[in-house]
């Protein structure tokens, strides 16, 4: 059955879907969802690409992060990274690689674990990391949905309805009281949201056997989320509503018994929506066009929407987590690269040409006009005494 068959089959059974679990099954539908049925959305040849498609860089400024975060807790015999959406797994392997290289105190005490829904991205990372694999420090569970699962799966869900391998919530393969870190890169901007207007929630329902846009009441729960930390739309407008991502956030902050919390993700804040920004933010792309539709070929395209870093701030400062003040790409690798000067991105390169391609990369990356500015990275910490955490290269910038 194909993703619009599903939706269809699921609206006649039910009503009108939230628009959040229109997205579920678009991206996430075991069978044909867009994230599920291939391995092949990034990079040039897919859809879109991330920092880890640019240069290996990336990921090993944030090996050298991660090292430092291992210190501050005083280089505890054992760490587990969890990696939350690894996607293909270019990360975690230059991560990896370059902690394996430069790094091998930490290297030692880590055990390095990838949470990734998708079965044919799943077997992608077994492929590509074996040889981490094969030493017994880097896992790949197997997702099953959870009875926890089961239940947020939505109003009125049945078990025969719930797409697989939507989990709620980190799952860790180290013993609770491990230190961890918790990494997400582009994780959170593709997990369902629901959609607010001045008519309602927005619904997906059926006339004359095509979708068609309703809506329904909000709940108040949703209406609280726009009070406390975003803005209530305008006549014309369609604002967010991350309430997965709360939930998401919350456990993960749970699950920190020491460590960190390192998310990075294009974003906005509550004065930013304030001041007139950020206020409807669903974006679909395909083959690199975006496009504001996510109704055009549901299970062919990506869906996604910006983060809302005060909701996700305010989730961990609950939770008793110390939370950074918000740095952009930009500064973060800037604090990270300036003081051996990107001597990490240039490491391999043999000829004059390899280094102005890298630098070129490497400028993406960091400057304004690239990804430098785009993307925000959240950090927050537990058990770690605030001088170190301000203290941390990525924190370092500008003070
Ligand atoms: C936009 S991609 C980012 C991939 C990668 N982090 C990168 O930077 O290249 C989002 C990833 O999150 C995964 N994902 C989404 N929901 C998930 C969930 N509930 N559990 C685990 N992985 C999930 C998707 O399958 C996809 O690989």
Not at 9 to 29: A, H, K, T, V
Not at 40 to 60: C, I, M, N
Request: hydrophobic share 35%; glycine share 8%; proline share 7%.
């Amino acid at each position: 059955m194909s993703v619009r068959e599903q939706i269809e089959r699921e609206i006649r059974q039910r009503g009108p879907m939230p628009f959040s679990r229109y997205m579920q099954i678009c991206l996430y539908d075991p069978a044909h969802g867009y994230y599920s049925h291939n391995a092949e959305q990034f990079g040039k040849a897919g859809d879109f690409y991330t920092s880890s498609d640019v240069h290996a860089v990336f990921g090993r400024l944030l090996a050298r992060q991660f090292d430092e975060i291992w210190q501050a807790l005083d280089r505890p015999p054992q760490i587990e990274i969890l990696e939350l959406g690894p996607g293909r797994g270019l990360f975690a392997r230059d991560v990896l690689d370059w902690s394996n290289k430069k790094f091998p105190g930490f290297y030692a005490a880590l055990t390095y674990t990838l949470q990734e829904s998708s079965p044919a991205l799943q077997a992608k990372l077994r492929d590509s990391l074996r040889d981490h694999i094969g030493t017994g420090r880097t896992r790949v569970p197997e997702e099953r949905p959870s009875l926890a699962q089961r239940f947020s799966a939505g109003e009125g869900g049945k078990d025969d309805q719930v797409p697989e391998g939507r989990p709620s919530g980190p799952s860790r393969t180290l013993t609770p009281e491990t230190p961890l870190i918790v990494f997400a890169n582009e994780f959170f901007d593709a997990l369902p949201v629901e959609i607010l207007s001045t008519h309602g929630k927005l619904h997906i329902a059926l006339e004359n056997n095509r979708l068609c846009e309703t809506w329904l009441p909000p709940l108040a729960e949703e209406m609280e989320f726009l009070d406390r930390y975003s803005v209530h739309p305008e006549p014309g407008e369609r604002i967010e509503v991350p309430i997965l991502t709360q939930n998401w956030i919350q456990q993960i902050a749970h699950a920190i018994p020491s460590g960190v919390l390192l998310m990075i993700d294009y974003g906005y804040t509550r004065n930013q929506q304030l001041a007139g920004r950020h206020r409807g933010t669903l974006m679909a792309f395909r083959q690199h066009s975006a496009s504001p539709d996510p109704y055009q070929a549901p299970g062919e395209q990506d869906l996604t929407a910006h983060v809302n870093f005060t909701a996700l701030a305010a989730a961990c400062a609950q939770s008793g987590m110390q939370v950074e003040k918000l740095r952009t790409q930009s500064q973060f690798l800037m604090g990270l690269g300036e003081k051996n000067q990107f001597a990490d991105a240039f490491e391999d390169c043999r000829i004059p040409q390899e280094r102005a391609k890298v630098a070129l990369q490497l400028k993406h990356l960091v400057t304004p006009v690239g990804m430098g500015e785009n993307f925000q990275v959240l950090i927050a910490s537990r058990a770690i005494a605030p001088v170190k955490m301000t203290s941390l290269s990525g924190l370092s910038f500008g003070n």
